[in-house]
């Protein structure tokens, strides 16, 4: 694999109560198309249930992929979750699944959890609230990650809630993650300031899409330790 990868690492589909119903595997794959990215990752809240449909719909575009979840730690800090493999991935998700606390959705209030197949066909709907925090701390991702196939970085640590920096109020030094997302560059400085250990972890600037417009459009570049991380992971090479 050569030259540069232009890259959406956390994306929401039609599973993520949040995210919308016409956000099926096809539709991200081919808007990730249109605008000319060359690898995404789909990373619905606490559940990876889509993957099998989205690793399948990517190939067939010609797109690389990745399986993934976004994680609500039991600090409701987010973060991303991105597998070797699929059978990494939903090893995880049955993991996570029978942790999740056992809420069921009420689609009404929150919006549907949506399950499709590789042609965007509803297959069923999951029965319990994807939102709700994980029995999983923050501080487990590290060897959960090890044992599962996966890396794992907070996500949007910029945001104002549910982030690292909001909810545990300091970047771990002693916590070995791959990455952290940033949802705007330039917040960096201010962070790295009172944050010292943040220098040197490698930082990814993701969507976060929960509509079909917010996918990212072909400005950042996977680039030094965590394109060497993901390099070999990435599912399909375009042809
Ligand atoms: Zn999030
Ligand atoms: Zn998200």
Redesign the pocket.
């Known amino acids: 694999m050569s030259g540069r990868i232009y890259y959406d690492f956390?994306i929401?589909s039609c599973l993520?109560p949040c995210g919308a119903a016409d956000m099926t595997v096809n539709n991200i794959v081919n808007m990730a198309v249109v605008k000319g990215l060359d690898a995404i990752a789909l990373?619905d809240?606490n559940s990876s249930k889509n993957c099998p449909a989205f690793l399948a719909a990517a190939k067939e575009a010609g797109i690389k992929a990745l399986s993934g979840m976004?994680i609500t730690t039991m600090e409701e800090v987010?973060a991303?979750c991105l597998f070797k493999s699929l059978d990494n991935t939903m090893a995880f998700d049955s993991y996570v699944y029978d942790l999740l606390p056992d809420i069921k959705n009420r689609p009404e209030i929150f919006g549907d959890q949506i399950l499709v197949d590789e042609k965007d066909q509803e297959i069923g709907r999951v029965d319990k609230l994807l939102l709700n925090a994980v029995p999983i701390s923050f501080y487990d991702l590290s060897d959960l990650m090890e044992q599962f196939g996966g890396i794992y970085f907070p996500?949007?640590i910029d945001r104002p809630s549910f982030s690292l920096l909001s909810n545990l109020g300091f970047f771990p030094s002693d916590c070995p993650m791959s990455a952290f997302e940033i949802k705007d560059i330039s917040n960096y400085e201010s962070i790295l300031s009172k944050n010292p250990d943040i220098l040197g972890v490698p930082s990814l600037i993701n969507s976060?899409a929960?509509y079909l417009w917010d996918i990212s459009e072909p400005v950042n570049v996977l680039h030094g330790k965590i394109y060497d991380l993901l390099k070999d992971w990435l599912q399909y090479t375009q042809s």
């Open positions: 956390h929401h993520s990373t809240h976004e987010h991303v996500a949007h976060d929960h």
